[in-house]
């Protein structure tokens, strides 16, 4: 997996890929220079409250779909 995808990686401008830098901010990166999303990455607890919330089910029940 690309490093990008690293929810610990530090904010900052990185390397990507074909020669392209993205810029790291909190969870959300962007291409340099640009408002284009590259990447976000979120943790699976992220993931999966988000899943209740949106789903209205239980948390219990977003645990077993994860």
Do not use: Y
């Not at 990686?9 to 392209?20: A, E």
């Not at 408002?35 to 999966?48: S, W, Y």
């Amino acid at each position: 997996a690309m490093k990008i995808l690293d929810p610990n990686l530090k904010d900052g401008i990185h390397q990507w890929r074909d020669g392209k830098r993205i810029v790291k901010e909190g969870a959300k990166s962007c291409l340099e220079g640009t408002t284009t999303l590259a990447g976000r990455a979120v943790t699976l607890d992220t993931c999966v409250r988000n899943f209740a919330k949106f789903n209205v089910c239980s948390l219990g029940e977003a645990i077993k779909c994860a």
